[in-house]
Nanobody, 113 residues
Framework: QVQLVESGGGLVQPGGSLRLACAASGISVSLNAMAWYRQALGKQRELVARILAGGSTNYADSVKDRFTISRDNALNTVYLQMNSLKPEDTAVYYC???????WGQGTQVTVSS
């Protein structure tokens, strides 16, 4: 049974930072491509960042130089460090693995003053 459990969302002011975590069970984050997606109200879900099994990463243009995806193999957890947050980053953030396409339940990030 694969489970992806996100945490770390919340309300933050513009310019602030948050770190999201995705704790995985049933799969190894070091052996599978892992990604963060987000979905804003009324919009389609979009890819934010991805980390491949070999460790290479890629990012959406809108978050480059502000967000960083990483993983801790010992904790079997993937992180998304989000800096310089903007109101347009407000969305539900989802963890995803290409292993059978599992999704987490999502965590809300709201950027507002």
């Amino acid at each position: 049974q694969v489970q992806l459990v996100e945490s770390g969302g919340g309300l933050v002011q513009p310019g602030g930072s948050l770190r999201l975590a995705c704790a995985a069970s049933g799969i190894s984050v070091s052996l599978n491509a892992m990604a963060w997606y987000r979905q804003a109200l009324g919009k389609q879900r979009e890819l934010v960042a991805r980390i491949l099994a070999g460790g290479s990463t890629n990012y959406a243009d809108s978050v480059k130089d502000r967000f960083t995806i990483s993983r801790d193999n010992a904790l079997n957890t993937v992180y998304l460090q989000m800096n310089s947050l903007k109101p347009e980053d407000t969305a539900v953030y989802y963890c995803h693995t290409t292993y059978r396409g599992y999704w987490g339940q999502g965590t809300q990030v709201t950027v507002s003053s």
